[in-house]
Nanobody, 127 residues
Framework: QVQLVESGGGLAQAGGSLRLSCAAS????????MGWFRQAPGKEREFVVA????????PYADSVKGRFTISRDNAKNTVHLQMNSLKPKDTAVYYC????????????????????WGQGTQVTVSS
């Protein structure tokens, strides 16, 4: 069992930065790939990026490429999402999720492989 708690959301101006964190409980953090998803009002939940225990990440969603950076601190069971050059279209609830690590990278874009989800943290970017 893994519990995920996101933090760091809030209000930012366009061009600003926020850093999201996801704290995971449980002793098997190393066996999970950690992903970030986001859901804007009226839209489907979409993949942002995922990261393996090794620190290797999947490709980022095109919409955030070059602006967002994922990292993980395995000693602290924490994964971060550094979001720079924020845009109003980044406004969404951001979710952290955990998936078993035995899939190939192209599977981690799909919500169905993620076993555990956090409650989400709201990010609002004003223009």
């Amino acid at each position: 069992q893994v519990q995920l708690v996101e933090s760091g959301g809030g209000l930012a101006q366009a061009g600003g930065s926020l850093r999201l964190s996801c704290a995971a409980s449980g002793r098997t953090f190393s066996t999970y790939v950690m992903g970030w998803f986001r859901q804007a009002p009226g839209k489907e939940r979409e993949f942002v990026v995922a990261i393996r225990w090794s620190g290797n990440s999947t490709p980022y969603a095109d919409s955030v490429k070059g602006r967002f950076t994922i990292s993980r601190d395995n000693a602290k069971n924490t994964v971060h999402l550094q979001m720079n050059s924020l845009k109003p279209k980044d406004t969404a609830v951001y979710y952290c999720a955990a998936a078993p690590n035995y899939y190939s990278d192209n599977n981690y874009y799909a919500r169905r492989v993620y076993t555990y989800w956090g409650q989400g943290t709201q990010v609002t970017v004003s223009s």
